[in-house]
T-cell receptor, first 112, second 112 residues
Framework: DGGITQSPKYLFRKEGQNVTLSCEQN?????MYWYRQDPGQGLRLIYY???????QKGDIAEGYSVSREKKESFPLTVTSAQKNPTAFYLC???????????FGEGSRLTVL | AQSVTQLGSHVSVSEGALVLLRCNYS??????LFWYVQYPNQGLQLLLK??????LVKGINGFEAEFKKSETSFHLTKPSAHMSDAAEYFC??????????FGKGTRLHILP
């Protein structure tokens, strides 16, 4: 089935450690996105990539990094510079014809 | 700055009553508009979308929304609420630079 796969679903890390969240899609979409979700805050855009080997900062990019070496993959690294990393992270890609976002199931990161 | 405003972070309706979730956006050009639904610990699913054409759009699960350009609104309605409609709902707008902006979400509670 076509879709977005995020892993891991749950992740616990100690403060000061970098963590990488995986996002893979088999929808053949060019554009991919990372959002952070906190209660009452909605979805806030971290990074997005419209094409391989290119990406742009979103509204809250500080403390995060991404890469886009392959069309199918858009991993997000939460670095130790991110002050409050505990959150639910959502990866998505867009259908270029309709603009519709397709989401993964999310990754919940808890920093202890 | 472009923005999406959802009025009411929590809305409660009785089972069988009308559901109305409000969304207003700021954009100088006609955007693409979406409503997504999220169940706990899951990604977002598309309910409906407006791109061009008819301003009243119908989505899944009996929901519909009307694009009113003069009011810059895209309110979501359902004539009769069901217990299974309890979830969080997000309005989203696609801007011309392919950024997708979300509102902060409205949690819908259904009262028996």
């Amino acid at each position: 089935d076509g879709g977005i796969t995020q892993s891991p679903k749950y992740l616990f890390r100690k403060e000061g450690q970098n963590v990488t969240l995986s996002c893979e899609q088999n929808l053949n979409h060019d554009a991919m996105y990372w959002y952070r979700q906190d209660p009452g805050q909605g979805l806030r855009l971290i990074y997005y990539s419209q094409i391989v080997n290119d990406f742009q900062k979103g509204d809250i990019a500080e403390g995060y990094s991404v890469s886009r070496e392959k069309k199918e993959s858009f991993p997000l690294t939460v670095t130790s510079a991110q002050k409050n990393p505990t959150a639910f992270y959502l990866c998505a890609s867009t259908n270029p014809n309709t603009g519709e976002l397709f989401f993964g199931e999310g990754s919940r990161l808890t920093v202890l | 700055a472009q923005s999406v405003t959802q009025l009411g972070s929590h809305v409660s309706v009785s089972e069988g009553a009308l559901v109305l979730l409000r969304c207003n956006y700021s954009s100088s050009v006609p955007p693409y508009l979406f409503w997504y639904v999220q169940y706990p610990n899951q990604g977002l699913q598309l309910l409906l979308k407006y791109t061009t054409g008819a301003t009243l759009v119908k989505g899944i699960n009996g929901f519909e929304a009307e694009f009113k350009k003069s009011e810059t609104s895209f309110h979501l309605t359902k004539p009769s609420a069901h217990m299974s409609d309890a979830a969080e709902y997000f309005c989203a707008v696609t801007m011309r630079d392919d950024k997708i902006i979300f509102g902060k979400g409205t949690r819908l509670h259904i009262l028996p």
